[in-house]
């Protein structure tokens, strides 16, 4: 086989697998459950303080990235959508404390936490074995300070207080299946999560005076990037087609001829019998008939010659059951010898007709 060919077959037995491989759908379908953790980032909250020492004053906390954990369970429709019910946790410890026209306040310390359910609708895009996906969710988060604050001189300004409201998120993401394990996937996803304002407690304490309460009104808002793992129950494994059989190689019976003669021979007709019998027994398309001469006579003569033996065939083939219109007869003359000869030879094995069964 010549390496065109070879690399035909192979380009064609691939195909199979190549579609399956596109085909293949990796959203998720039925119940999954699922858990990330990575960073977060809250941002500055600030308000006016009606109270001293820092009183109609604008106090700005400043935090540290923290981090951020969410566990979920949800339900997959296998159209792309999917709902899940969340649960929540993100911690940033205080950076900085600043009041206006004072500046940064000393010793800041304390921590600031998140953490609620929320029910969220995503969309998974099947991009041929991996899924993006995006996402919003509406719940209900509580946000605590815990002795978050900072100093003024020796007057201790200090948060410590939790409120639940509203809250809201978007999701980008992508998902990328571990094809060793059915049902398991990687994510990777950005998350901004907002809720409502929290009015959080506050104090304002110095040495030999009376403490003062305040209400600081904290916003949250989060942008969270995170990583994780997916398991979605009662995948199977990526179907996986068998490459195509290749198809069988043509099959070919000889026929031969006496000298000048186009009559079929008692061995001839055994010879046409069983290809018949072969066509019966394996998936035929097409039986070409290809008659040829040996180099004794002209080339034109020789020329009819073999289209006469090529027709006799046929004829024989047709007689035995064979449908006329599967076969194709044709002329060769001396074209195509068998075995090499000069001019003017009687060659036997160059008298035939091949039948090839395609």
Not at 23 to 35: L, T
């Amino acid at each position: 086989m010549s390496f065109r060919k070879t690399l035909l077959a192979a380009t064609l037995l691939s195909l199979p697998m190549a579609a399956n491989a596109q085909s293949w759908d990796p959203r998720v379908q039925g119940v999954y459950v699922g858990a990330g953790l990575g960073g977060n980032y809250l941002m500055g909250q600030d308000d006016t303080i009606a109270n001293a020492p820092v009183n109609g004053r604008n106090v700005d906390v400043g935090f540290e990235w923290g981090w951020a954990g969410v566990i979920s369970v949800g339900y997959g429709f296998g159209n792309g959508l999917r709902l899940e019910l969340e649960g929540n946790y993100r911690q940033n410890d205080v950076d900085t404390v600043k009041a206006a026209g004072v500046g940064r306040l000393s010793r800041s310390t304390g921590t600031a936490r998140s953490y609620g359910a929320m029910v969220n609708a995503l969309y998974d895009f099947n991009l041929g074995g991996i899924a993006p996906y995006v996402g919003v969710g509406a719940g209900y988060v509580i946000h605590e300070h815990d002795d978050a604050g900072a100093n003024v001189g020796n007057t201790r300004v200090r948060l410590d207080g939790d409120e639940g409201n509203f809250a809201y998120q978007a999701i980008v993401g992508v998902a990328l299946p571990i094809d060793p394990v059915p049902g398991l996937a990687l994510t990777a996803e950005y998350r901004f999560m907002g809720t409502l304002g929290h009015d959080i407690s506050g104090t304002v304490a110095t040495p030999g005076a009376a403490t003062t309460r305040f209400t600081f009104e904290a916003d949250n808002f989060n942008h969270s990037i995170m990583f994780g793992v997916r398991y979605n129950f009662g995948r199977s494994a990526a179907p996986v087609t068998a490459a195509a059989a290749a198809p069988a190689p043509a099959r070919t019976f000889l026929v031969f001829f006496d000298w000048n003669r186009a009559d079929l021979t008692a061995r001839a007709r055994q010879i046409i019998g069983e290809a018949a019998t072969a066509r019966r027994s394996q998936q035929v398309t097409r039986i070409e008939v290809n008659g040829h001469t040996d180099t004794s006579g002209s080339a034109r003569y020789n020329q009819g010659l073999s289209e006469r033996r090529a027709a006799a065939v046929a004829g024989e083939l047709v007689r035995l059951g064979v449908p006329r219109n599967e076969i194709v007869t044709r002329g060769f003359g001396q074209s195509q010898l068998l075995v090499p000869t000069p001019d003017n030879v009687r060659e036997p094995q160059n008298r035939r007709v091949e039948i090839v069964l395609r």
